[in-house]
């Protein structure tokens, strides 16, 4: 059972930066995963943020992708050692602001569907003020 922690989120101002780190555990050591990034800001919809794919039991990674958004702004990346998957946001605007969520799913990404993803953490406040 793969169980994922979310930190890192807070207040910021528009312009400035914040890194979201997602630790997980519990993965299949030989199988491969889609780690995304998800954010929910009130009223709205769940929407994908960032995918990256990992293989090995997440030793190693694959193709990133960004929705439109976030593209130049945003970089997700990860930390074999650490077993964390990161999330640096610069240049952040005030529409950024939102519950910001891990998640995880087997397999390829290619996928932006919050119901293709079966793992999630417990979320981080993201807070951008213009």
């Known amino acids: 059972q793969v169980q994922l922690v979310e930190s890192g989120g807070g207040s910021v101002q528009a312009g400035g930066s914040l890194r979201l780190s997602c630790a997980a555990s519990?993965?299949?050591?030989?199988?491969?995963?889609?780690m995304a990034w998800f954010r929910q800001a009130p009223g709205k919809e769940r929407e994908g943020v960032a995918t990256?794919?990992?293989?090995?039991?997440?030793?190693?990674?694959?193709?990133?992708d960004y929705v439109d958004s976030v593209k130049g702004r945003f970089t997700i990346s990860r930390d074999n050692a650490k077993n964390t998957v990161y999330l640096q946001m610069n240049s952040l605007k005030p529409e950024d602001t939102a519950m910001y969520y891990c998640a995880a799913r087997r397999g390829f990404c290619g996928t932006w569907r919050a119901d293709d993803f079966g793992y999630w953490g417990q979320g981080t406040q993201v807070t951008v003020s213009s």
């Open positions: 990256i794919y990992t293989f090995g039991g997440m030793q190693y990674s694959g193709t990133t």
């Open positions: 519990g993965y299949t050591y030989s199988a491969s995963y889609c």
